[in-house]
């Protein structure tokens, strides 16, 4: 069965532990041909500089070009045209290396671009560019003369680059005023009510209603955030559910189509082919541990 492959961070790199890194994506394309899907163990905050092409983080696709970041967290899958994005930096850093230093746990997902796996996962910088290029080398200037084991200016830049993408993130998503804001806190509530009520209730009708908007709406403003349909997260939820079921239990393929509340399990069967390719006992006879 084949795998996504996960990277793992090189805390050794430099001798001593160091949870920090900046990595020139030149160099790390010749890791990715092999493995062009993969997920990272470690935050990601990627800088393009040179070409352009597709990003995708999970099931969300971005079209990226120079002065674009895109930012991922820990374990989410990732994939990137390596051949028309031909350069730029990747500021890698393991949640452990700010904690050392702050009080606040939940610092990082406090930030909006790192708000859960629904966050909007690109921000187009314009002006800034220059003055986040200038503080990424300041720390892989540091990194390269680091010598006496001092991480507190490390973490003081890396923090500066955190506040300041924060700052620009929020108001670019707020340039547009309160509507902006209201689309923003529809999104995130929709993926709260699918994450606790997507086995049950699979319309989209359902979801517009408990937010007092129109399925249409709902559709675009979820389509706006995140890339894709309102039914298509719904639909995302249900096939990665049946995925675990199929691989981790050994219901039959009736009892799962019930549990995701699926009357007809025909039905289900068509449904879960039409999203995957497979029907679900082909997927379990193929991929079961």
């Known amino acids: 069965m084949h795998r996504i492959k ?11 532990e160091l949870l920090i890194d900046v990595v ?14 993969h997920r990272l163990g470690y935050y990601d905050i990627t800088l393009i500089t040179d070409g352009y092409g597709k990003f995708k983080i999970d099931e969300k696709e971005y079209y990226v070009r120079e002065g674009d970041i895109i930012f991922s967290s820990p374990n989410q899958i990732r994939w990137w045209d390596i051949d028309n994005i031909t350069d730029g930096y990747a500021l890698i850093f393991e949640k452990e290396f700010l ?7 939940d610092f990082l997902e406090h930030l909006s671009y790192f708000k859960g796996s629904h966050a909007f996962n690109k921000l187009s910088l314009k002006e800034e560019s220059a003055h986040i290029i200038r503080l990424i080398n300041e720390i892989k200037q540091e990194i390269d ?5 001092d991480k507190h200016i490390l973490r003081a830049l890396l923090y ?9 993130y929020i108001l670019r998503n707020s340039s547009s005023g309160n509507t902006e804001n209201v689309k923003n806190r529809h999104a995130d509530t929709f993926i709260k009510l699918v994450d606790i009520g997507y086995k049950q209730n699979h319309s989209i009708r359902h979801y517009a209603d408990k937010l007092c908007i129109t399925p249409n709406y709902l559709n675009e403003l979820i389509k706006s955030a995140m890339g894709i349909s309102a039914k298509q997260v719904i639909q995302n939820k249900l096939i990665q559910e049946a995925k675990k079921m199929l691989l981790y239990t050994s219901d ?4 799962i189509a019930a549990s995701l509340n699926y009357e007809n399990t025909s039905y289900f069967i068509r449904f879960f082919r039409k999203q995957t390719g497979h029907t679900p006992l082909q997927y379990r006879n193929t991929n079961k541990p």
Not at 24 to 37: P, Q, S, V
Not at 99 to 105: A, G, I, K, M, Q
């Open 145 to 149: 003369s680091y010598k006496e084991k």
């Open 24 to 37: 020139r994506l030149k160099d790390i394309k010749k890791y990715l041909k092999e493995d062009a899907i």
């Open 99 to 105: 904690l050392t230093f702050f009080n606040d746990p």
């Open 252 to 255: 039959s393929i009736s009892d």
């Open 6 to 16: 996960q990277y793992a961070f090189h805390k050794t790199k430099y001798g001593e």
């Open 160 to 168: 500066q680059i955190l506040k300041s993408l924060d700052r620009i």
